[in-house]
């Protein structure tokens, strides 16, 4: 069976220390995978080499059965995979909308040249990506926030429109790195809602995030690393109840304390 994102024995030494060995895992198409583990167990490392931050070691990253290893993450992109970062990585001083541009510039970039002599083809490629940009925004209700900076809006709606610039690139799959990381509980929620919305739309999700409450809402499945490996991987309240995991977040008192 051909998964939509394949991942084979990814590995990463830095000097001497592997951050993620041997990792192995699937994501099937219109599917919310979930990554969990303690500070430290290589999550963001691992969507880092898969999307093409950092070259691994050795394994393999595929794409609808397309090895895709090592590409750059604009090159992957253009392949339908994007991420986003643990951080914003919106521009405070642009608008909303010229924010959100830079996505659609990446899944649909004429080239230097024809960008630069407005060549016919650079012309509709671009008022493709102002239509589809403006249907992005309004979707997810930033609309009339459009023309504001980016940096006046609140943090959770820097977040949606950091999902904005990704989903502008036309993805099959989006990694999002710690999507509610500093937003209360209420924003939480709205963001789940609008990765929801984004699966109904078709597009497979990789989420990594600390907040189980969130993850338990959103995943179809949950992988758990653990010092860059794959602990375990399951439905989420099986994999959360799972001692082995709790013994990795709380240690071997606390798993022993919750064993049945």
């Given at each position: 069976m051909t998964?939509?994102?394949?991942?084979?024995?990814?590995?990463?030494h830095f000097g001497g220390l592997a951050a993620v060995s041997d990792l192995t895992f699937h994501v099937d198409e219109n599917e919310i995978l979930g990554i969990i583990g303690p500070n430290g167990a290589g999550k963001t490392t691992a969507i880092n080499?898969?999307?093409?931050?950092?070259?691994?070691?050795?394994?393999h990253v595929r794409v609808a059965g397309e090895d895709v290893t090592g590409l750059m993450p604009h090159v992957l992109a253009r392949k339908g995979l994007v991420r986003t970062f643990q951080s914003?990585?919106?521009?405070?001083?642009?608008?909303?909308r010229e924010n959100a541009m830079r996505g659609a510039y990446l899944g649909m970039y004429p080239g230097a040249v024809a960008a630069f002599l407005n060549t016919a083809?650079?012309?509709?490629?671009?008022?493709?990506?102002?239509r589809r940009v403006n249907e992005l925004l309004e979707w997810l209700n930033l609309a009339d926030v459009a023309h504001l900076k980016?940096?006046?809006?609140?943090?959770?709606?820097?977040?949606?429109?950091g999902m904005v610039i990704s989903l502008a690139a036309q993805p099959r799959i989006i990694m999002l790195d710690e999507p509610v990381a500093g937003l209360s509980a209420e924003e939480a929620d709205h963001v789940r809602d609008t990765i929801l919305k984004i699966r109904e739309r078709?597009?497979?999700?990789?989420?990594?995030?600390?907040?189980?409450?969130?993850m338990k809402g959103l995943c179809d499945r949950v992988m758990v690393m653990n010092q860059g490996h794959e602990l375990t991987?399951?439905?989420?309240?099986?994999?959360?109840?799972?001692?082995?995991?709790?013994?990795?977040?709380?240690?071997?008192?606390h798993a022993a304390a919750h064993r049945i």
């Open positions: 998964h939509l994102l394949d991942i084979e024995k990814l590995t990463r080499l898969v999307s093409g931050v950092i070259r691994p070691s050795s394994g914003t990585t919106v521009y405070g001083e642009r608008t909303v083809r650079a012309r509709r490629l671009r008022e493709e990506s102002v980016a940096g006046s809006l609140p943090y959770g709606h820097q977040k949606t429109l078709g597009i497979t999700v990789v989420v990594i995030d600390h907040n189980m409450r969130f991987t399951g439905l989420p309240l099986e994999v959360l109840a799972n001692p082995l995991v709790i013994e990795a977040y709380l240690g071997r008192g």
